[in-house]
């Protein structure tokens, strides 16, 4: 275990485990755990062993957003607000853009800047009990890191609208309804369904699963004909690299492959 002053990072055989750690706040958002997360995900992108990202919060609570008493109080005219949305919006997009493949375990409550963390994320599971919404519209604020060019792309602008502009906040099961998480379970069975989610992850090709996220992530903004050339890269990529012909060669031996990573 690393510890930092706000984040935690357990590197656990291929999966890194990463823990927002201010549990008197329910892991309110600070502009110092901003800049560790940051540090945390450049140095498990970094690490070929490291094939997920786990990320969650310390005592069964997620992150409740950003820490209003730093935001309004302590840098009240010493950081401009801006300053905090373009920095908050530059670490998700470095979650969202890493190459590992990052999963949010959610659990408490899911709020304002904890649910922007939540929308960078490839992947999603959340207690059946915890509470998930957007929540700024409650105080007349607005998230800077994703909702507005993230969200409607993950469940449409309708039910977009139907989160930024109530703030309604969600259980689990209703996450996963709207579309918004993967899968949802009982508190107590949270960290077996994670398990058995992650399990799906790790045991793939790392260079695979590289370029089939790029190539997603990419997609989402290009035209079609822009779509068919990436796709035409993509599968010459995967033909001529190393993890793929190890993947044919194990099939036609009948035993599993050995990645290489390239």
Not at 8 to 14: F, V
Not at 41 to 51: F, H, Y
Request: glycine content about 8%; hydrophobic content about 45%.
């Amino acid at each position: 275990m690393v510890q930092t002053d706000h984040v935690l990072l357990e590197k656990d055989g291929p999966v890194a485990r990463v823990w927002l750690n201010r549990p008197h706040v329910k892991n309110a958002v600070t502009v110092e755990l901003l800049h560790r997360l940051d540090e945390i995900i450049k140095e498990v992108d970094a690490d070929p062993d490291l094939r997920v990202l786990v990320l969650r919060g310390v005592q069964n609570q997620f992150c409740s957003g950003f820490d209003l008493n730093e935001l309004l109080g302590d840098f009240v005219g010493t950081t401009n607000a801006m300053d905090v949305g373009v920095l908050s919006a530059q670490v998700c997009d470095r979650l969202y853009s890493m190459n590992t493949p990052s999963v949010a375990v959610l659990e408490g409550f899911v709020t304002a800047g904890g649910f922007e963390l939540m929308i960078s994320c490839d992947f999603a599971i959340a207690a059946d009990d915890a509470k998930i919404g957007d929540f700024h519209i409650r105080r007349a604020l607005f998230g800077g890191a994703g909702p507005i060019y993230r969200l409607p792309r993950m469940i449409g602008l309708r039910k977009t609208k139907e989160l930024m502009l109530t703030g309604k906040l969600l259980s689990g099961k209703e996450a996963k309804d709207f579309d918004l998480i993967n899968d949802s379970a009982p508190a107590d069975k949270l960290d077996e369904c994670v398990e058995d989610f992650i399990s799906e992850l790790t045991d793939k090709s790392p260079f695979m699963m590289k370029l089939t996220k790029m190539a997603v992530n990419q997609g989402l903004d290009a035209d079609i004909k822009s779509l068919m050339i990436m796709e035409h890269f993509a599968v010459g990529n995967s033909l001529q690299s190393a993890d793929g012909k190890e993947g044919v060669q194990a099939f036609l031996e009948k035993r599993e492959p050995k990645w290489i990573g390239k």
